[in-house]
Nanobody, 121 residues
Framework: QVHLVESGGGSVQSGGSLRLSCKAS??????MGWFRQAPAKEREGVVC???????RYADSGKGRFTISRDNANNTLSLQMNNLKPEDTAMYYC?????????????????WGQGTQVTVSS
């Protein structure tokens, strides 16, 4: 069992930055990831990172978002720069990857409660 708690969301103007953090109570060897869900839309993968630091970014965040992982402290972070209004969503941290597509939310077992990110134009 892995318990995840996100923090760091907020409201910013377009072009601004936010840093999200996720504290995990357990240890996840495989991919941990960030996902997001906008109102009336399906949850989508943003980026994942494995224990060796290998990353996979969705096109939506490439060049603007950077994921990092502190295995010693079981912490996952997401630095988001040059934010756009279309980045507005609830952002979730996920762990317990079961294999398959690492950006498919259905392949993760554990989820945090989410942190809201709102970007105004």
């Amino acid at each position: 069992q892995v318990h995840l708690v996100e923090s760091g969301g907020g409201s910013v103007q377009s072009g601004g930055s936010l840093r999200l953090s996720c504290k995990a109570s357990g240890y996840s060897v495989y991919c941990m990831g960030w996902f997001r869900q906008a109102p009336a839309k399906e949850r989508e993968g943003v980026v994942c990172i494995d224990i060796n630091g290998e990353t996979r970014y969705a096109d939506s965040g490439k060049g603007r978002f950077t994921i990092s992982r502190d295995n010693a402290n079981n912490t996952l972070s997401l630095q988001m720069n040059n934010l756009k209004p279309e980045d507005t969503a609830m952002y979730y941290c996920a762990a317990g990857f079961r294999g398959g597509d690492s950006l498919d939310p259905s392949n993760y077992r554990y989820w945090g409660q989410g942190t809201q990110v709102t970007v105004s134009s």
